[in-house]
């Protein structure tokens, strides 16, 4: 574990290290303001008129123990210090191990982690007619030019159903007279073909165009089919693999987290070392505490 340094088997608790922390500040302190109220000369006050003095401050004669007090200053802030930034590392550790990502635990415990699937791209239309030999794709757009072609010349609007009823019109109404009197024009309309002509040729194109029109409409229903097929086929390959890939992530997952929370309960329990130089001052503090 990173920075152990900081902790030991029989190291003490992080309440215990903030407890002996705020023992070994009041104790510092209260040697700090004996030090910054030190006077090296004793002062003393007397009427004008009086030889009597009195003492108002008796200086310090004695600063054998200066350093001394220094030292014990030091050794306090020194511990409070190694408690700080060993809590401090600890609630790294503690945070760190909190917000460790499952998958992230999986592969420092050398698990491998299955690539999630990916479904693959549904066939288009062009992807079928792709795989048509010559002759049948030959065949295809055959059939379409002569359905567009038929159709339009067919349709209700088309060339012959209007020429169709053109004539059907003229034979019942074969004079139009255009004008009036001496300027007056006449027209007359003579069929060039009979009507029944006209709709032999008009009902075989119509026989032919829905001959087209189903063989076509059979081609594109075959390509249908085949999407159709080929789009289920990899719906449930997909919904399989992620059946499998879930059943999978679900029982890593489960190891990661026990192992996660097994890290978890280890890092919160740790306890904080005391390095040797300090365990005078900490065992000091500790019946301290025990006094109060």
Known sequence: ME?????????????????????????????????????????????????????????????????????????LKSLIAWFREAIKEKERLVREAKNKENFETARELGIEVPEKPVREPYPSWDDMVAEWNIKTRNRYLWLDTQCSTIGKYIHPD??????????????????????AGRDAILYTSEPTVSPESVDELYFSLQDKYRSYQAELN??????????????????????????????????????????????????QSLKIAIPDNLKGTYKKLSELGKKK
Do not use: W
């Open 218 to 267: 059979s081609m594109k229903h075959d390509i249908e089919t085949k999407i159709n097929t080929e789009t289920s086929r990899i719906d449930s390959e997909y919904v399989k693999a992620m059946e499998e890939y879930n059943a999978a992530i679900r029982e890593i997952m489960a190891k990661a987290q026990k192992y996660h929370n097994e890290r978890l309960e280890e890092t």
């Open 3 to 75: 920075n152990s340094v900081f902790f030991d088997a029989n190291g003490i608790t992080t309440t215990s290290a903030n407890h002996i922390s705020n023992l070994a500040k009041e104790s510092y302190m209260s040697i700090e303001k004996e030090l910054s109220q030190i006077r090296f000369y004793t002062t003393k006050a007397s009427l004008i008129d009086s030889s009597e003095e009195k003492v108002l401050r008796v200086g310090t004669s004695n600063i054998d123990r200066i350093p001394e007090k220094l030292e014990e200053v030091a050794r």
């Open 158 to 179: 088309g060339y012959l159903a209007v020429a169709r009823e053109n004539l059907s019109d003229t034979i019942q109404n074969p004079c139009k007279l255009n004008g």
